[in-house]
């Protein structure tokens, strides 16, 4: 059974505007799954639908065989295990930042998880080690680049080890040590967990997914397959708005 599987979902945003168009997907337990489209394509919007943020007015999203609803959502024990299974980073991670230190930040959900402190503690450290960010230890998230926010918020949510992952565009803002080494860690977190990228860095797809969903400008599914396969294919990629003309 599928981990997610999204059935002819559409989203309306509350100013009319459209955000998906009858979208029906599907990523299975384990796999990491690339969702690549031009700018306005859904793919953000599709995440926060899975994330349990957005609520379709057409189709249904399942999670584990699951209808997720917002009625679902209300109740606490669903809502908790969901919760702490599933993790999305946000394309603009500023509105994911709660604290006044990077240490508070990266601590919160574990605290929040009643991991005990000490714990939380070094399992914090052990994070912030690991994207090198230990340096920014008591510095005010907001005051941060757009790649070290990014980073911030990435150890927050790695700390918590969800099973499913929602990357909204990761690399975005990272310089290109910083992304060759998320893309490498990503690799080898989808190991273990489900993972599922938005992207408009074929690259990063191609390397690190092993299925990827190309979206439209009109919000619907275009293709779906094995990136290097879809990927040769010029025409469509030129035709989507994923690679220059020429
Ligand atoms: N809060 C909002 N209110 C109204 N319309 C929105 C809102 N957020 C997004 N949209 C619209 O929904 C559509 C899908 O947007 P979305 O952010 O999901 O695209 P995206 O594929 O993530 O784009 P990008 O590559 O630029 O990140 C776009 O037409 C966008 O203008
Ligand atoms: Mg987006």
Not at 23 to 41: K, R, W
Not at 167 to 190: G, Q, V
Not at 220 to 234: S, Y
Request: charge should be negative; include cysteine; aromatic fraction near 8%.
């Amino acid at each position: 059974m599928p981990i997610f599987e999204v059935r002819g979902v559409s989203f309306c945003y509350p100013d009319g505007t459209p955000g998906l168009n009858d979208v029906s997907l599907y990523i299975s337990q384990g796999e990491c799954l690339g969702v690549v489209g031009p700018n306005g394509s859904g793919k953000s919007t599709l995440l926060k639908i899975l994330a349990g943020l957005y609520f379709p007015q057409k189709g249904e999203v399942l999670f584990s065989g699951e209808r997720l609803t917002e009625e679902r959502l209300r109740e606490k024990s669903f809502r908790e295990n969901f919760r702490r299974k599933v993790s999305i980073l946000f394309q603009n991670p500023e509105s994911q930042i709660l604290f006044p230190t990077v240490w508070e930040e990266v601590q919160f959900g574990l605290l929040q998880m009643r991991i005990p402190p000490e714990e939380a503690q070094k399992k914090s450290k052990e994070m912030l080690e690991f994207l090198h960010i230990e340096d920014l230890k008591e510095r005010h998230p907001y005051k941060l680049s757009g790649g070290e926010k990014k980073k911030v918020i990435l150890a927050s949510l790695l700390a918590l080890d969800p099973e499913v992952l929602l990357l909204d565009e990761p690399t975005d803002n990272l310089d290109p040590r910083s992304a060759s080494e998320l893309t490498a860690y990503i690799s080898k977190l989808s190991q273990r967990k489900t993972v599922l990228i938005s992207t408009h860095n074929l690259n990063l797809v191609e390397k690190v997914c092993s299925r990827v969903y190309l979206l439209s400008e009109e919000k619907r599914v275009e293709a779906e397959g094995e990136p290097g396969e879809l990927f040769r294919d010029r025409g469509l990629l030129e035709r989507l708005n994923l690679i220059e003309v020429g």
